[in-house]
């Protein structure tokens, strides 16, 4: 299985609705992109690291199906919208591998 960690700063002066908006965007495309086995997004709490960023974890069960969902039209479109909320200079991107045990 194969995950996918996306990090994203918030821009200067986001309203929370803004924010809130992208992340449900980003949820969204579980229904539309059938290789996405799971998808979780949310607004960092700021333990450990800052808060203005959101993380978005995606789960697939190969590379095939990962490079089948950066080729989707539903992922296009979030992509392409980004820089409404996010700065695009910066996003922190990473590939996993994880066992299924």
């Keep these: 299985m194969i995950r996918h960690i996306f990090i994203a700063t918030i821009k200067d002066g986001m309203s929370d609705e803004m924010v809130n908006r992208k992340i449900e965007e980003m949820k969204a495309m579980k229904e539309r992109i059938p290789q996405i086995k799971s ?25 095939e199906d990962f490079l089948a969902i950066l080729g989707s039209d539903a992922h296009k479109e979030v992509a392409s919208r980004a820089g409404e909320v996010f700065r695009t200079d910066n996003f922190i991107l990473s590939q996993i591998e994880i066992s299924c045990k």
Aim: net charge positive.
């Design 39 to 63: 998808i979780n997004v949310g607004r960092s709490l700021g333990i450990a690291g800052p808060t203005n960023t959101v993380t978005m974890v995606i789960d697939t069960l190969s590379k």
